[in-house]
């Protein structure tokens, strides 16, 4: 049983911040890259930041500069540091990760269920 769990979101004006988290749980071996998604309504999901294994960083056009991703690998957790927020940014953010199971010779993908940000004054 393995789940991905996200938490962090709400409420910001325009300009503030929030740092959201996902943590991996379950009988895992490795997890590998780790990326956040996010979707607002009638839009597709659309990457917004991933992070590998090592730490390479690779991040929407949209966002860089304002939002940081990182990964604490001894908690198997990934955060988003969003700052500089705008009206735009709001939607649902959902993490994904690639990992591999314990006892398991292949790496699946997981999503979390999902965390709303709203920007809004």
């Known amino acids: 049983q393995v789940q991905l769990v996200e938490s962090g979101g709400g409420l910001v004006q325009p300009g503030g911040s929030l740092r959201l988290s996902c943590a991996a749980s379950g009988s895992i071996w490795s997890v590998y890259t780790m990326g956040w998604y996010r979707q607002a309504p009638g839009k597709a999901r659309e990457l917004v930041a991933s992070?590998?294994?090592?730490?390479?960083?690779n991040y929407a056009d949209s966002v860089k500069s304002r939002f940081t991703i990182s990964r604490d690998n001894a908690k198997n957790t990934v955060y988003l540091q969003m700052n500089s927020l705008k009206p735009e940014d709001a939607a649902d953010y959902y993490c994904?990760?690639?990992?591999?199971?314990?006892?398991?010779?292949?790496?699946?993908?997981?999503w979390g269920q999902g965390t709303q940000v709203t920007v809004s004054s």
């Open positions: 992070i590998t294994l090592g730490g390479s960083t």
């Open positions: 994904n990760a690639d990992l591999q199971r314990r006892g398991i010779s292949y790496r699946e993908n997981y």
